[in-house]
């Protein structure tokens, strides 16, 4: 069974080699019937979205919650499962299988091996000219054969992510982490972590829609250039939180150490994590965290609970912090895909028509990017809504808003929609996300003409933690300064930025 269009022969022998090796006796149609069944949800999903099953994806699907899931349910989903996986898995019950001696079944499948392994020879010795060079230049080929490569990738998560998570000892960082005594002023930081948000679809980042009117009343910065560690949540939220480097990051070294809000922790920063999406993604596991997935808490549920419940009790939290610098992340909803319509309320439905189906298929191109932009415009409201928050703590704090989306996402581009292809393939679509920055009156010393017109400078993930570190004034050895996004726009005293006239 496969995906798209077939792979290079090499791929594509993988599946009768696999076969070979697994199916013995008994164990014969349990595997045959597994693999179908696997198989046809797998091209389901490569075929309607363009997806790969990698080690990436199946994490992303393990840490998947119920509702999310649903999302991804339709009839076109069902079709594959039947067609593909069910009918024939009665086939294969059905049929009668004939034992015919350990003698005789062993010399069949050493004749069966030794074919297959002829012809991979006899082929790379034929055409290895033409195979050397076609594979360098695509090398995602083998990411598309079904089921080898959902397998494969299946046995590399369970015995490395999963066989590891939970037994490894945390590696402490940043335990010189201290707020100096010449900081007499108080950080409120709010980072708010976007969810499936592309660069593109922002006005401020010259979208011809105005999907952000509230920051543009605000004079917020954006950062048209900024690149994401990876193309999924799993991936991305703990990457851009850690201090190794998205070069050299991966999600077991990850979990491996400490990460940003423990360095906060460590200087003594009052630290709080607040979720409407599925989870922290390890992130927040030594810190306070709140989920916001339930109308049991959140407040502004229609049903499906939206990001601004997260604000419900916010300013109750940081009254009840009278002493020391506060630090809080958001984490939203925001454009989660497919199902994009049931991300903002019936009120921003300002682009239409949009489409109203987690089955893409069901909609047009222009449909789905109606929809998704709506969403776009309700996270434009939201954050207008954590910036009246900060100004109305502007007299006691220095406060700050970052917002930095995990991941972009493909809207149909050449075929492909939602996220999570491997990085060294993601269309831009999946990479380039919105930064967007915005500063309050206790920051006069930043020159805030001068950072906006650098808006289009590159920056990544990896700058993340060092600007907060740097604008929350921690001192630690794992500050990098030429890091911090702020770096270079200090200047002396002068008017207040970020503010309305």
């Known amino acids: 069974m496969r995906s798209h269009w077939l792979p290079s022969p090499p791929c594509w022998w993988r599946q009768p080699l696999l076969l070979a090796l697994t199916c013995f006796g008994r164990t014969t149609k349990p595997v045959l019937i ?24 199946l994490q992303n699907a393990a840490q998947t919650n119920l509702a999310e899931a649903r999302d991804l349910l339709n009839v076109k989903l069902l079709g594959y499962f039947v067609m593909l996986g069910l009918i024939p898995a009665i086939v294969i019950v059905r049929l009668p299988l004939h034992w015919r001696g350990r003698r005789v079944e062993a010399l069949a499948r050493g004749k069966l091996l030794a074919i297959i392994l002829l012809f991979m020879v006899g082929t790379a010795l034929a055409f290895g000219g033409f195979y050397a060079s076609f594979l360098r230049e695509h090398k995602s080929l083998r990411s598309f054969a079904n089921p080898g490569y959902f397998i494969y ?6 015995t490395g992510t ?35 948000a592309r660069a593109d679809r922002f006005s401020l980042n010259g979208y011809a829609r105005d999907t952000n ?12 250039n900024f690149r994401a560690c990876g193309t999924s949540t799993a991936v991305s939220v703990p990457c851009m939180f850690s201090l190794i480097g998205m070069d050299e ?11 940003l809000l423990d360095v906060l922790e460590h200087a003594g920063v009052n630290v709080l994590w607040l ?3 599925s989870d922290s993604k390890g992130v927040a596991l030594r810190v306070p965290y709140q989920s916001y997935r339930s109308p049991d808490v959140n407040p502004v549920c229609d049903p499906e609970c939206r990001d601004a419940g997260m604000l419900s009790s916010l300013q109750k939290h940081i009254d009840a912090h009278p002493k020391g610098d506060i ?3 958001l984490h939203q909803m ?56 900060l100004k109305n703590n502007d007299k006691e704090f220095e406060t700050a808003l970052l917002y930095v989306s995990d991941h972009g996402e493909s809207l149909g581009e050449n075929g492909v929609y939602l996220h999570g292809l491997p990085h060294a393939i993601a269309p831009d679509a999946q990479l380039n996300v919105p930064a967007i920055m915005w500063l309050g009156s206790g920051f006069s010393d930043v020159d805030f003409p001068a950072l906006q017109r650098k808006r289009d400078t590159r920056f990544t993930h990896d700058n993340i933690a060092h600007t907060v570190l740097g604008v929350m004034e921690i001192g630690t050895s794992v500050y990098r300064q030429k890091m911090d996004i702020l770096d270079g726009y200090r200047k002396p005293e002068r008017e207040p930025v970020g503010q309305e006239n």
Request: hydrophobic share 40%; glycine share 6%; charged share 20%.
């Open 327 to 329: 630090f809080v992340v």
């Open 334 to 389: 925001g454009n989660h895909g497919p199902a994009y319509f049931k991300r903002y309320p019936p009120a921003f439905e300002k682009f239409k028509p949009a489409c109203q189906s987690a089955d893409l298929s069901q909609c047009s191109r222009e449909e789905i990017g109606n929809a998704y932009d709506n969403a776009i415009l309700y996270t434009d409201f939201f954050l207008g809504k954590v910036i009246d928050l």
């Open 34 to 57: 597994g693999i179908l069944l696997l198989s046809s949800l797998a091209a389901s999903f490569m075929d309607s979205y363009g997806i790969v099953i990698n080690e990436e994806m």
């Open 153 to 158: 990738s299946a046995v590399k998560y369970s």
């Open 162 to 196: 999963l066989a590891v998570k939970g037994r490894q000892a945390l590696i402490a960082i940043g335990t010189d982490a201290n707020i100096p005594a010449s900081d007499v002023e108080r950080e409120l930081f709010i980072l708010v972590i976007g969810e499936t």
């Open 275 to 277: 979720d409407n999406n």
């Open 249 to 259: 990051f991966d999600t077991k070294k990850g979990a491996s150490q400490e990460n």
């Open 213 to 224: 009117p509230q920051l543009r009343r605000a004079k917020a910065i954006s950062f048209s």
